[in-house]
């Protein structure tokens, strides 16, 4: 996952088919997610071929103002609001990887892979705003 030719670290990224498989694979600071496959008790790298519709996800985090120990001492409901306030501030950010990626029924990304595996790029390049 790259915007042109820059990479883009932490982006989760699903590629989603007719089964109980899941394929995902977090990227590294190269951009490069390297895919593995989980089915029940399975787990192999790589991704079955076959023709999948992929998803992307990295959503903006905000800087917490109060402290992991000062949340957990916060009554249940004050806990709460304190997370709906923190969640209001990330979407408010400027997000790296357009939240229509995200989407399953909304995402424009597909992807093939063959029996002999291979690369499929995804450049978010002027699409932030999608």
Not at 84 to 107: G, H, M, S, V, Y
Request: glycine share 8%; aromatic share 8%.
């Amino acid at each position: 996952v790259v915007d042109g030719s820059t990479p883009i670290a932490d982006v989760q990224v699903f590629f989603i088919y007719d089964g109980n498989a899941v394929v995902a694979g977090t990227t590294d600071a190269k951009g490069v997610a390297t895919m593995q496959t989980t089915l029940q008790n399975y787990t192999e790298k790589g991704a079955p071929a076959g023709e999948y519709r992929v998803t992307c996800t990295k959503d903006p985090l905000a800087e917490h103002w109060k402290t992991p120990e000062e949340i957990s001492k916060m009554p249940l409901g004050e806990q709460m609001e304190y997370q709906k306030e923190w969640q209001a501030k990330c979407d408010e950010l400027p997000r790296e990887i357009p939240i229509i990626w995200k989407n399953f029924d909304k995402t424009p990304l597909t992807a093939e892979v063959t029996t002999q595996g291979g690369e499929v790029v995804f450049d978010v390049e002027g699409r932030a705003e999608e």
